[in-house]
């Protein structure tokens, strides 16, 4: 962390940390379209989402003052073995955390992580509202595309809720090279084992 956030700690997640980030997250189910999950997970299913993605990725949390702020992951981009160098990251937030740079600190963690796994591609599946209103914005387009992303694909009016249609979009991010011999990606059990 740098000088002017001393309070500020990122970490690997753990099953502990289930409580604190369902509670962030069902703050997007049932108040928001970002996400187009209608119901908010049992406890039991954020603690299994949080074991099986530790398995293979980097699941992390940001702190103030030791309190959960914000969570990142990636997932996997696709299950075939041609795509192993490519991952999908999700990253929420505190509802009242957005905009003071908390995200653009895990998304910058998350990424050196990746980068010495192996990873070459970072995407992000964004719904995305054809006009902003109460439920959707474009901010995490906004926010994407600060740190890098440009989007790649736009598919229109497939999600459907709090009786509105919305959109998704597909950004990317190049983090590292594509050579004729490429070595496999380090699982994130590897690469803390390799640490």
Same mark, same amino acid.
């Given at each position: ?10 970490? &690997?997640? /753990? ?7 369902? =509670?962030? $997250? ?5 108040? *928001?379209?970002? /996400?187009?999950?209608?119901?908010? &997970?049992?406890?039991?299913?954020? /603690?299994?989402?949080?074991?099986? *993605?530790? %398995?293979? $990725? ?23 073995? !041609? $795509?192993?160098? +490519? +991952? ?18 895990? $998304? ?11 990873f070459t ?10 006009e902003e209103? !109460? ?6 387009? %906004?926010?994407?595309? %600060?740190?890098?992303?440009? *989007?790649? !694909?736009?598919? =229109?009016?497939?999600?459907? @809720? ?17 050579? @004729? ?5 380090? *699982? ?8």
């Amino acid at each position: 962390m740098s000088d002017n956030t001393p309070n500020l700690r990122i970490r &690997p997640a /753990t099953e502990a940390d289930a409580d604190r980030i369902l =509670a962030i $997250y069902s703050y997007y189910v049932e108040n *928001t379209s970002v /996400t187009y999950e209608y119901e908010v &997970p049992a406890l039991e299913v954020v /603690t299994q989402r949080i074991q099986n *993605t530790r %398995k293979r $990725y980097p699941y992390l949390v940001i702190e103030d003052e030791g309190v959960i702020m914000g969570y990142c992951y990636a997932s996997s981009f696709h299950p075939r073995a !041609a $795509y192993q160098w +490519c +991952c999908e990251l999700s990253i929420y937030l505190d509802k009242d955390a957005r905009r003071c740079g908390m995200g653009r600190l895990l $998304y910058q963690e998350m990424e050196s992580l990746l980068k010495k796994m192996g990873f070459t591609n970072l995407y992000a599946c964004i719904a995305f509202p054809e006009e902003e209103d !109460a439920y959707l914005t474009r901010d995490s387009e %906004k926010f994407h595309k %600060k740190l890098g992303f440009t *989007t790649v !694909a736009n598919f =229109a009016r497939c999600g459907y @809720k709090f009786q509105n249609w919305y959109g998704m979009i597909w950004m990317e991010k190049i983090i590292g090279p594509h050579l @004729k011999e490429q070595p496999p990606v380090l *699982t994130y059990e590897e690469l803390m084992q390799n640490s």
